[in-house]
């Protein structure tokens, strides 16, 4: 997947989404200031690693297209192990099988595709059972809403509703629940809150 889509990006160009992703990263590196001096349209955080991409890989498109390959591909990963996790390395080959039939490749240096690495990386995160690593996952569902903006209404209304269900339904261990989800809001607000402090 990775090979197919570096070499799709040789020779695709497109005006609007590439060249808008670059310029803002270009805009970044060169010292203007987002949301004063230039539009974001998407996600700072995206902005951010798409300027470390060019300055990593160079000055050209197809370094921002490098690092969303990447981000797709270890995304693919993470949830492949997700799924290894809950149930077997045959369902999470399967899993990776059927999701680059469908999706081979990263098609556009798209806010989406940094979102879903820390999306499954957030997912897979929060399977392992340690409070800093429950803090952690938080932290990465921070960093997907800061990647695309508009995810923070549905990554905060679905933990929103599981706290609620956690009030509701009968657990054996609520108390650990109740400290897992403070954890995991509490690093999902950090990234959150330090990027308000930044617009003030």
């Keep these: 997947s990775i090979f197919y ?3 799709t990006h040789l020779y695709v160009y497109d005006g609007h989404h590439h060249g808008l992703m670059f310029s803002n990263a270009k805009d ?3 010292g203007k200031v987002p949301y004063k001096d230039i539009f974001i349209q998407y996600g700072f955080l995206t902005t951010i690693f798409h300027a470390f991409s060019i300055k990593l890989f160079g000055d050209f498109i ?7 390959i990447l981000a797709y591909s270890f995304g693919v990963f993470f949830l ?3 799924v290894a996790k809950y149930t077997n390395y045959f369902y999470s080959l399967i899993c990776i099988i059927l999701l680059l039939s469908h ?3 990263a098609w556009l240096p798209w806010s989406n595709y940094l979102a879903f690495f820390f999306l499954t990386a957030a997912i897979y995160v929060l399977h392992i059972q340690n409070s800093n690593y429950q803090f952690f ?6 960093f997907a809403c800061l990647s ?3 995810y923070i209404i549905f990554i905060f209304l ?6 609620i269900c956690v009030l509701l339904i009968k657990f054996k261990n609520k108390k650990n629940l109740y400290k897992k989800l403070s954890f995991i809001f509490a690093g999902f607000f950090l990234p959150i809150i330090c990027f308000f402090f930044y617009l003030i």
Excluded at 137 to 142: C, E, P, Q, R, S
Excluded at 158 to 163: M, N, V
């Design 5 to 7: 889509s570096v070499n």
């Design 28 to 30: 970044l590196l060169e």
């Design 62 to 68: 197809l370094s921002i297209n490098l690092l969303t």
């Design 80 to 82: 492949s192990l997700t």
């Design 103 to 105: 999706h081979p490749i």
């Design 137 to 142: 996952a938080g932290i990465l569902l921070g």
């Design 148 to 150: 695309r903006e508009n």
């Design 158 to 163: 679905s933990l929103f509703l599981i706290s």
